[in-house]
């Protein structure tokens, strides 16, 4: 990409410095396709697109293109656990079992829901013998993590429950509301919004999806990353790789299987403008429609697990399902919270501000840490421009 891409969309007065460090990204980091959305204040200040959803045949990022996001779905996850909790039909303090029997047994009938929404529940890898086409059908995954016993002793440790988080809490979405957590989302989150997300992509969706491009590194750096991401004999490779192995940070997840599966922590579809939207709506009113209330904020945002994670090794501050300051690129709010995905991409709110911010890609940088340079520059744009603005 070259410094002449061109930015499409709208920017309100005083945050150009925004769309300049989006145009920057293609210029100097490598950028393929992206979009980044701004609320300030329950309203969009900018909303911008550009660059490839696919290079080769040529397809330019429209409007409408949406792409995984990773991670930032369990964000997703979190609003609806938080909103459950909110309405009195789930309590972060009652054990698990009680929405779910089966996970009870092997040492699990204590564990609060609050931890695994924690990273705190000693279930980061998922045991047994899986195919894709399990974790296709949703049940065989939930049987497995209910069969087995905590890898740590539940609440002593957080350790990054990668793909986990998304099934157990998914399950006990769907224990309580008898939707899938995809269905749920789409019916009482996306819907009333409008938004362009999802957690399992309709097929008559296909056409708009940006086609993701894993990083390309030379043989030495990729031998070193996969030793990391896929050794069976370590706690991070099981989990990162996990279950059985099957997953890495590549093609796989152009395909229809894993487009298509229901995947609550780490395979939502969607643009810039719905993340940023839904983080809008959790701290205030968006067209009529308000998530989440402050105090759920403020519960949702205390600090649960900090420190060392034991699975990946880096630090991880993390309330109640959501990620929190500081484990976001530099300059954010104290009281931020969101999620952010493998390969670059985030969303987060800033109650403090009036802020919702997103951010999606489609060219993936691996980082265990918040320094990916393409999310920070657009932070720190952002909140250069939110200085001057509301100065």
Not at 12 to 29: K, Q
Request: aromatic share 8%; glycine share 10%.
């Amino acid at each position: 990409m070259s410094a002449a891409v061109k930015v499409h969309g709208q920017v309100s007065p005083g945050f150009e410095p925004v769309a300049e460090a989006f145009a920057t990204n293609f210029a100097e980091h490598g950028e393929i396709g992206a979009a980044c959305t701004l609320y300030l204040d329950a309203q969009p200040v900018v909303d911008i697109w550009g660059g490839l959803a696919e290079v080769e045949p040529a397809r330019p990022w429209a409007q409408d293109t949406i792409v995984i996001a990773f991670s930032c779905t369990k964000g997703a996850t979190a609003v609806c656990a938080n909103k459950l909790i909110q309405e009195g039909r789930l309590d972060p303090d009652a054990p698990v079992a009680r929405y779910w029997p089966e996970f009870a047994a092997n040492g699990k009938a204590d564990i609060p829901v609050r931890w695994t929404l924690s990273h705190r529940a000693g279930l980061a890898g998922v045991e047994g013998d899986f195919t894709l086409e399990d974790v296709a059908a949703w049940d065989p995954i939930v049987a497995g993590i209910a069969s087995q016993a905590p890898a740590w002793e539940p609440g002593t440790a957080h350790g990054y429950h990668t793909r986990s988080y998304g099934w157990i809490n998914g399950e006990i979405i769907r224990r309580i509301t008898g939707l899938s957590p995809g269905k749920y989302f789409a019916t009482e989150v996306a819907a009333p919004l409008g938004l362009d997300f999802y957690i399992g992509v309709p097929e008559a969706l296909e056409p708009r999806i940006a086609r993701l491009y894993p990083e390309v590194h030379d043989a030495e750096t990729q031998a070193l990353l996969d030793s990391v991401l896929t050794d069976q004999s370590t706690l991070m490779g099981r989990v990162m790789s996990g279950p059985s192995g099957l997953f890495g940070y590549n093609d796989m997840w152009n395909t229809r299987l894993l487009r298509a599966a229901e995947m609550p922590s780490s395979n939502g579809h969607g643009d810039a403008r719905s993340l940023a939207r839904m983080y809008a709506a959790c701290i205030g009113e968006v067209d009529g429609v308000r998530l989440l209330s402050a105090e759920t904020v403020a519960r949702a945002s205390e600090v649960l697990s900090d420190g060392p994670d034991c699975v990946i090794g880096q630090p991880l501050t993390i309330g109640l399902g959501f990620m929190l300051a500081p484990t976001f690129p530099p300059g954010v709010g104290p009281h931020t919270f969101g999620h952010s995905g493998a390969g670059g991409s985030v969303a987060f709110a800033d109650p403090d501000r009036g802020l919702a911010f997103g951010y999606v890609m489609n060219q993936m940088k691996m980082s265990m840490t918040n320094l990916d340079p393409r999310a920070q520059h657009l932070v720190a744009a952002t909140y250069k421009a939110l200085g001057e603005v509301k100065s």
